[in-house]
């Protein structure tokens, strides 16, 4: 069982940067694959981005690819997603998401956390 967090969204004008955070409780954090999904009002969960249980293989949705950069620390039990030169079209409520096993499908995932707010001012 592994119980998720995330932290650090908040109101930001276009071109700003924010960093969410993650942070995991439970057992086995370094054994899973870890995922960023995104919900704006009216839509469907999206993925994000996603990053394996060792942080070498990352994958990305093509509208964040070299704006957004996920990462991972084992030892701090955490996730990070930097998210540089944001749109207004980020706008949405970020969940983080783990299972075992890499996966850009948000039905693959086993646990979730709450999610945070970020919104992009333009």
């Known amino acids: 069982q592994v119980q998720l967090v995330e932290s650090g969204g908040g109101l930001v004008q276009a071109g700003d940067s924010l960093r969410l955070s993650c942070a995991a409780s439970?057992?086995?954090?370094?054994?899973?694959?870890m995922g960023w999904f995104r919900q704006a009002p009216g839509k469907e969960r999206e993925f994000v981005a996603a990053i394996s249980w060792t942080g070498r293989i990352t994958y990305y949705v093509d509208s964040v690819k070299g704006r957004f950069t996920i990462s991972r620390d084992n030892a701090k039990n955490t996730v990070y997603l930097q998210m540089n030169s944001l749109k207004p079209e980020d706008t949405a409520v970020y969940y983080c998401?783990?299972?075992?096993?890499?996966?850009?499908?948000?039905?693959?995932?086993?646990?979730w956390g709450q999610g945070t707010q970020v919104t992009v001012s333009s």
């Open positions: 998401a783990a299972r075992v096993g890499i996966s850009r499908v948000p039905g693959e995932y086993d646990y």
């Open positions: 439970g057992r086995g954090f370094s054994n899973y694959a």
